[in-house]
Each structure stands twice: as C-alpha cells, then as structure tokens.
C-alpha cells in the first residue's frame, strides 16, 4: 500500500543553517505530496505542495521538488530562522481518492538562535 | 484562512470510560471531516471519514463500536472513545477540506487532541 518514510528528528540547526528533511513515497499511480507543518499548540498548516512529477512547491523560504524517478520530495530551505522550530510532516494523497492521506511520522526541528 | 479547532487539546481519564473529542469548523462549512490518530513516533493514520448526516466510513482496522463518529451539523463533528483503555491513549487529530468544487479545496487541520487513558 501507499506509505511516507520521513527521517527522524529531532534536527537540531543554528539560525541561517542549510536544512534538509528527507522524504520518500511508496504509491501506485500518481499521487500528490505535500509538507504540513504544526507549531506549537497549532494543527497541522499545508506548507508547500505538487501534483505532478518534477514540479517544484515553495513557500516562505522553503521549497520541495517532486521526484518520480526516487520516489522523493525532500523538504529544503537555505536559511532557518529560529521561527521555523516546529515539526514537520511529509504527506502523499492517492490519485484516485484525494480525500485519503498518508502522513510520515513527522520531523522536529529545533533551530537555535 | 480557514480554521478547525479541537476540543479539548488534552484529557485524561479513567480505564473503561468514555472521552467525547469535539472538531469545529469555525468559518466554512464541511460536509467531510477525517480524524487521524498519531502514536509516538508514527504516523498519523487515517481512522475514518466523518459525514454529514450519514454514517462515517471507518478504514479497514478501526472498530467502530469503539470509536463513534457523529457529523450532526456542517460545523461539527464528535469522535468518542468508548470503554477506554490505556492501548487507546494517542493523539487525534480532525481536518476538514474547505470549499472546492468536488472535494478539491484545501485540507485544514485541528491543532490535535491527546488523550491520556490511567
């Protein structure tokens, strides 16, 4: 069945530090992915998201390109600021029934000052 | 932008009672809600989806004796945990997809229930 594998957190960066959080997809057809992010004490926000193969989606300094041929849709940002510390998800929505996600199990990020 | 809130974002209870777990829509109407439940370090899983005046449709594993859902308004839908045991101590959390032409707007998501069986 369809499946998200995230790495594991808790990353811990520096303020303006290179982040990268991996994110790989088991799916029959062609779904869509997604980043969520939930702050503390807040639900889950759509990030960034992409349809179709090779499209990139980018959201306040963050970006995630769409990977068909490694299965992948890794999360990057240039510069972390410390208002970026929360946990991150990695999602997929099937192709035929867009109302059904399947979520990795979510990435903390910590970025110190 | 569109809101779904939760109530409460914490509970605790006694083994073999019953937790009521409120999703609110706060400014749009969903005719489809979905709660996901979240154990340490693992994913959330879709549990069931939750419509508007008609049963809820529960995935494969999810026993829905145990976990009733009612969609009794566009606004709100309730998930109780009945009989609860400690095994059913996780985090829940609802989302509800705003607006679109069929089903296709955005999915907002609660800020999340965790529920804490003694």
């Known amino acids: 069945g369809d499946s998200v594998t995230q790495m594991e957190g808790p990353v811990t960066l520096s303020e303006e530090a290179f982040l990268t959080i991996n994110c790989t997809y088991t799916?029959?057809?062609?779904?869509?992915l997604f980043w969520y992010v939930q702050y503390p004490g807040e639900g889950l926000q759509l990030l960034l998201k992409?349809?179709?193969?090779?499209d990139k989606g980018s959201n306040k300094g963050f970006e995630a390109t769409y990977r068909k041929e490694t299965t992948s849709f890794h999360l990057e940002k240039g510069s972390v600021q410390v208002s970026d510390s929360a946990v991150y998800f990695c999602a997929l929505s099937e192709s035929d029934n867009f109302n059904k996600f399947y979520f990795g199990s979510g990435t903390k990020l910590n970025v110190k000052p | 932008g569109a809101v779904v809130s939760q109530h409460p974002s914490r509970v605790i209870c006694k083994s073999g009672t019953s937790v009521k777990i409120e999703c609110r829509s706060l400014?749009?109407?969903?005719?489809?809600m979905f709660w996901y439940r979240q154990f340490p370090k693992q994913s959330l899983m879709l549990m069931a989806t939750?419509?508007?005046?008609?049963?809820?449709?529960?995935e494969q594993g999810v026993e829905k004796d145990k976990f009733l859902i009612n969609h009794a308004s566009l606004t709100l839908s309730t998930l109780t945990v009945t009989s609860a045991h400690p095994e059913d101590s996780s985090f829940y959390i609802c989302?509800?997809?705003?607006?679109?032409?069929?089903?296709?707007?955005?999915?907002?998501f609660g800020e999340g229930s965790r529920l804490t069986v003694l």
């Open positions: 799916a029959t057809g062609y779904p869509s």
């Open positions: 992409a349809t179709k193969a090779d």
């Open positions: 989302s509800a997809r705003a607006g679109g032409t069929a089903g296709t707007g955005e999915l907002f």
């Open positions: 400014d749009f109407q969903a005719t489809t």
């Open positions: 939750s419509n508007e005046g008609s049963k809820a449709t529960y």
